[in-house]
C-alpha cells in the first residue's frame, strides 16, 4: 500500500518537491498498515451488508461544495512555506496548534475529527489546484467549474453527463441533497433528484387511499405529455416518490452512534447515509456546504467564521464515515470550491477572492495521509495577482477519482477536450 | 379576457383573480391597466397599506430593533420573518401590482439576502428605497442602493476603509449590479471600485447609524472602464455618485438589464435581438424604467412568449393565494394565523422572499425550478390551501357553493367556472380528464346543493386545477 501511495507522488515528476516531504512522514508513522487493515475489514463488512440488502454494489461519488470560496490555506495550511506567516500577520494559524502536520503542511486544528482518518489514510488532499485561468467572479467560477465543458454552450453539467453514460434513467441516481436546486453540476437531460429532506418525497394528496390514487392519476393525466424543465421535474418527481416511498418515512437514527453536527450539513450528510443504506440507486450525491465568502472576520484561533465552519465539517464528515460502517468501502467524497481566496489578509481579518485552492478527499480509494500535487510556493515571484498558483487543473483529480472508483466510464465523455495529468491522489488498485 | 391581455397581466401581477380581470377591462384593456399600474400612488390600496400595522417589528428604526433584540423582546429572525410576512401579503393583496412585481424584480438584481446578520437592522429601510424608485429611473436606485447601509453592511463596505479597502462591494457593483462580466474590467479596476465606495460607515452592533467618514476615504486618481476622476477631495460622495452614474449608464449595464428584464417577463433564453432593442430603450431614455417597461410589452416577442416562464415557487404562492380567494385577517398572535404561517407555506415550496445567499439573487430559469421538491412542495401547499387545512386561524377560505354556478348545473359547467376563476381560461380536454379522475365525477353528471362535490370533494377538484402546468406556468 505505501509503495503504491509512493509511486503515485513519484509517478509525476513535479510533484517531487512537495513528496519528498510527504514520503518521510509516511514512512515514519508507518500508517500503510491501518490502511490495509481499513480496507480488508471494511470490504468484507459491506459485502455481506449488501449481500443482506440484495442491492448494487456500485460506487458512490460524493461532492461537497465549499460555496464561496473557502481558503484553501486555511484549510491545509502551508506553515513551512515562509511567505505563510508574512502574508497573514494576524490570522495564520500557528504551526503548533495545526494537526497531522508535516515539515510543510498541517491541517486546520478544527480538522482534529479527521485526524483518524487522515492517518488511515482515508482522508487526503490535493494544494494548489482549480481552474485553468483565474475567475475570481462566484457565480461564473462555480459555473465553469461545474460545467467543466469549456467552449461548448450545451448547458449541461459533468455529473449529469457521467450519469449519462450508462442506461440508468432513474432520477435518484444523482441526488442534490439539502436543497430542492438542482445545481448546475447536475444540469442537463439526465433527470436527477433535488430535495431538501428526505421525508419531503411523499406524493401530496388526500389521506384516504382511494382518494390518494386518483390524485396520482390525476397528475399523471395532467403531466405525462408535458415538455420542458417542469413537464421533467413532474414526472421524476412521481417516479421518484413510488421508489423512495419506504426512505420517506424513515425516522432511523445514525448508525454506530455517530453524532452529526447541527445544521444543514449535519442534516443532509445524515439523509445521505439513510438514503445510502437503504441503496436506492444513488450513484452521485451533491451537498452545498456553508458560507465561506470570508470577506471579513475569518478571524484568528480565538474567533472567527473559519473556526466555527471547519468545526462543523470536521464534525459532519467523521460522523458521515462512521455512520456509513461497512458501506464506506464504496463511497468517496471530494470536496470543490470555485476559488481560493487572496494570500494576504485584508483589513478586516478577512481574504479576498483568489485563485488556487485546495480539495479534500475521503473515502474508499483515496490516497490518503498526504498532500497532493506540486506546492508553487508564496513567494511574491510565484503568485499570481497576488493568489496561489494553480499547478493542477481541478478536472485532472476529479478524472483520477472517477476512474478509480468508475473504471468504465469514458471520461473524455464526462471532461470533453481535456487531458488530464497524473497526480497520484488515489491509490493504483 | 383574451389572450393578449391575459398574458401581460400573468406577467405583470402575481396572478388573474376576477377582481383584477374586471380592472383590466374597466380601464379598457391590459395596456391601459398597465399605464394605470405605472402611477401606483393614484391606486386606492388601503388593504395593503393597513398590512405595516399587522407586524409590530415594522414600527422601530434600526436601533430601536437593535435594542429590542438586545433584551430579548424579540430576535433579529422575527425582524427578517416579520419582512418576508408583510412582502408575501403585499404580493397577494395589493392593488398595485405592477409596483409589486418590480420591486422584487430590482431586489433580486440589487439583492441584499433576508436573513442576513449584518443588513437586518437596515434591511426594511432598504426595501423602501428600492420600492421608492421600482418605477423611476435606475440611475437614481442604484444610488440609493449602493450607498444605503444594509448593502453596505451585507457586502462589507461598512467596513471598507482608505487603510484596509475591502473588496467585495467594489466587484459586485461591476459584476452583479451594473456593467457584468463581459465588460472585461481587470482586478485593478474591481481595486479602485471599491477605493471609489471608501467612506460610507455604519456604527455597527451599536447605534447601526449610517455615517460618511472622509477619514477614511481613499484619495487618489481611480480610473475604471473609461471613468476617470483625480478624487482628491476626502469628502468621495461626490466622486461615487459620479462613478454610479457613469455604470447606470453604461451601454453593458443596459444590456445586462436589459437580459434580466426579458429573462424575466419573456423567456429564459430571450434572443439577443429583443435584449438589444430594450438595451437601447434603456439607455437613450436616460434608465428610465416605465419607458423601458412599456417598449418590452409592445416588443413581438413578448406577445409570443404567453406561458414560456415558469413560476418559481413564491410566484405559485402567492398566485395560489390569489386565485383561491383567500382572505387573511388581521393576526391574533397564533402560529397558524395566516399572516404569520404563509411564510412556512413559502418554506414547504422551497423560496422565501429575499431568501437566497448569495449576492446574484434567485435565479430567474425554469431549470431550477423544476426540481422533485419544487414540484411536491407545490402540490402540498395546492393541496392544503385547496382543502383550507393550513392555516387554520384568522383567515377565511371560500366555501364550494361559493365556486358554483347556479345549481343545478353539469360538472364539466361547474369546472369550467373553477377554471375561469383559477386559470383565467376555460378548462382543456385535459383538465377536464383529470378533474373527472380527481373527484370521481362524470362529466355530465349534474350537481345539485346536496351533491358529494359540495359536501366534501370540492379540495379534490380546486387542487386538481391548481396542480396544472397551466397554474404553474405564466
Known amino acids: ?429 | 379576457m383574451d389572450a393578449a391581455a391575459r398574458h401581460l397581466l400573468n406577467r405583470f401581477s402575481y396572478g388573474i383573480t376576477p377582481a383584477l380581470a374586471h380592472e383590466c377591462t374597466s380601464h379598457g384593456g391590459s395596456h391601459h391597466w398597465l399605464e394605470h399600474q405605472m402611477r401606483p400612488h393614484k391606486i386606492r390600496d388601503e388593504f395593503a397599506n393597513g398590512l405595516t400595522h399587522w407586524y409590530k417589528t415594522r414600527s422601530y428604526s434600526p436601533h430601536e430593533l437593535w435594542q429590542h433584540v438586545q433584551h430579548g423582546n424579540f430576535t433579529g429572525w422575527d425582524v427578517n420573518a416579520d419582512l418576508a410576512r408583510w412582502t408575501l401579503l403585499r404580493r397577494i393583496y395589493s392593488r398595485r401590482q405592477l409596483l409589486e412585481v418590480m420591486t422584487e424584480f430590482w431586489s433580486n438584481l440589487l439583492h441584499v439576502p433576508v436573513p442576513d446578520e449584518k443588513a437586518w437592522p437596515h434591511r426594511r429601510g432598504y426595501d423602501l428605497i428600492i420600492r421608492h424608485h421600482a418605477l423611476g429611473r435606475f440611475d437614481k436606485m442604484l444610488h440609493a442602493a449602493i450607498t444605503h447601509p444594509a448593502m453596505g453592511c451585507y457586502l462589507d463596505n461598512a467596513e471598507s476603509t482608505r487603510v484596509n479597502p475591502n473588496e467585495n462591494l467594489g466587484r459586485e457593483l461591476l459584476e452583479l449590479h451594473t456593467v457584468g462580466r463581459l465588460a472585461g474590467y481587470s482586478e485593478a479596476d474591481v481595486k479602485q471600485s471599491a477605493q471609489i465606495l471608501t467612506g460610507y460607515r455604519v456604527d455597527m452592533w451599536h447605534t447601526w447609524k449610517p455615517y460618511y467618514s472622509p477619514a477614511d476615504h481613499h484619495v487618489g486618481k481611480v480610473g475604471i472602464l473609461g471613468f476617470h476622476s483625480a478624487n482628491r477631495k476626502h469628502d468621495g460622495r461626490p466622486v461615487t455618485a459620479a462613478y454610479l452614474n457613469y455604470l447606470a449608464h453604461h451601454p453593458l449595464t443596459a444590456r445586462r438589464i436589459a437580459l434580466r428584464l426579458a429573462t424575466r417577463f419573456i423567456s429564459d433564453e430571450p434572443s439577443p435581438h429583443v435584449v438589444a432593442d430594450i438595451a437601447k430603450v434603456f439607455h437613450h431614455s436616460g434608465t428610465d424604467i416605465k419607458a423601458t417597461l412599456r417598449a418590452l410589452v409592445k416588443h413581438r416577442e413578448f406577445k409570443r412568449s404567453a406561458g414560456a416562464k415558469t413560476r418559481t415557487p413564491s410566484e405559485d404562492l402567492v398566485a395560489t393565494m390569489r386565485v383561491a380567494g383567500v382572505r387573511a385577517k388581521k393576526p391574533s398572535g397564533k402560529d397558524s394565523d395566516f399572516a404569520t404561517a404563509v411564510l412556512y407555506q413559502a418554506e414547504v415550496m422551497g423560496q422565501k422572499p429575499f431568501n437566497w445567499p448569495r449576492p446574484d439573487g434567485f435565479p430567474d430559469a425554469a431549470q431550477t425550478w423544476s426540481s422533485v421538491s419544487r414540484v411536491l412542495g407545490s402540490w402540498s401547499v395546492h393541496h392544503n390551501i385547496a382543502g383550507g387545512w393550513y392555516p387554520t386561524t384568522a383567515v377565511h377560505y371560500r366555501t364550494p357553493k361559493e365556486w358554483m354556478p347556479r345549481l343545478p348545473a353539469r360538472f364539466d359547467e361547474v369546472l369550467d367556472l373553477v377554471s375561469r376563476q383559477i386559470l383565467a381560461r376555460p378548462a382543456s380536454d385535459s383538465l377536464l380528464q383529470a378533474a373527472c379522475i380527481a373527484t370521481e365525477i362524470k362529466r355530465h353528471e349534474r350537481i345539485t346543493q346536496d351533491h358529494p362535490l359540495l359536501v366534501w370533494k370540492m379540495p379534490r377538484l380546486l387542487h386538481t386545477v391548481l396542480d396544472t402546468p397551466t397554474h404553474m406556468t405564466r
Open chain 1, 1 to 429: 500500500m505505501a509503495d503504491q501511495v509512493l509511486q503515485g507522488g513519484q509517478g509525476c515528476p513535479e510533484c517531487q518537491a512537495a513528496s519528498g516531504l510527504e514520503r518521510r512522514r509516511f514512512l515514519g508513522l508507518a500508517v500503510a498498515a491501518g490502511v490495509t487493515t481499513w480496507a480488508g475489514v471494511t470490504g468484507t463488512v459491506f459485502r455481506e451488508v449488501a449481500l443482506a440488502a440484495g442491492g448494487s454494489a456500485d460506487n458512490v461519488l460524493i461532492v461537497v461544495s465549499l460555496r464561496g470560496g473557502a481558503d484553501g490555506l486555511s484549510l491545509i495550511v502551508p506553515h513551512g512555506d515562509p511567505g505563510y506567516l508574512q502574508a497573514r500577520p494576524r490570522i495564520a494559524i500557528p504551526a503548533n496548534r495545526l494537526v497531522a502536520s508535516n515539515a510543510m503542511f498541517g491541517l486546520h486544528p478544527k480538522m482534529a475529527p479527521l485526524a483518524p482518518m487522515w492517518n488511515q489514510g482515508t482522508f487526503g488532499a490535493v494544494h494548489a489546484v482549480g481552474l485553468p485561468h483565474p475567475n475570481r467572479s462566484h457565480f461564473s467560477a462555480m459555473e465553469e467549474i461545474e460545467d467543466a465543458d469549456p467552449g461548448s454552450s450545451e448547458r449541461r453539467g459533468w455529473l449529469n453527463r457521467m450519469i449519462g453514460l450508462d442506461h440508468d434513467r432513474r432520477p435518484q441516481q444523482a441526488v442534490q441533497m439539502g436543497a430542492s436546486l438542482v445545481p448546475t453540476s447536475l444540469y442537463g437531460p439526465q433527470p436527477v433528484l433535488a430535495t431538501t429532506r428526505l421525508k419531503d418525497l411523499q406524493m401530496p394528496g388526500p389521506s384516504d387511499p382511494e382518494g390518494h390514487r386518483r390524485t396520482v392519476r390525476a397528475r399523471h393525466q395532467l403531466w405525462d405529455d408535458k415538455h420542458g424543465a417542469l413537464g421533467r421535474g413532474a414526472r421524476s418527481a412521481m417516479k421518484v416518490v413510488d421508489s423512495l416511498a419506504r426512505l420517506a418515512g424513515s425516522t432511523a437514527p445514525p448508525h454506530n452512534g455517530a453524532k452529526y453536527p447541527d445544521g444543514d450539513f449535519g442534516r443532509s450528510l445524515a439523509q445521505t447515509a439513510t438514503m445510502l443504506r437503504a441503496d436506492v440507486g444513488a450513484e452521485v450525491v451533491t451537498i452545498d456546504y456553508g458560507n465561506w465568502d470570508m470577506h471579513v472576520g475569518l478571524g484568528t484561533m480565538e474567533w472567527g467564521a473559519m473556526l466555527n465552519t471547519v468545526d462543523e465539517f470536521a464534525h459532519g464528515m467523521a460522523a458521515f464515515f462512521k455512520d456509513l460502517g461497512g458501506l464506506a468501502s464504496k463511497v468517496t467524497v471530494v470536496t470543490l470550491s470555485e476559488f481560493g481566496r487572496r494570500v494576504e489578509e485584508n483589513g478586516d481579518y478577512g481574504l479576498d477572492h483568489g485563485y488556487g485552492n485546495v480539495m479534500l478527499m475521503f473515502g474508499a480509494g483515496v490516497a490518503g495521509g498526504k498532500v497532493h500535487g506540486s506546492w508553487p510556493g508564496l513567494s511574491a515571484g510565484k503568485l499570481i495577482d497576488g493568489d496561489l498558483a494553480v499547478t493542477h487543473d481541478y478536472r485532472s483529480v476529479l478524472s483520477e477519482v472517477l476512474k478509480a472508483r468508475f473504471p468504465a466510464l469514458n471520461l473524455s465523455r464526462v471532461f470533453p477536450n481535456f487531458k488530464p495529468e497524473h497526480i497520484g491522489s488515489m491509490k493504483s488498485s
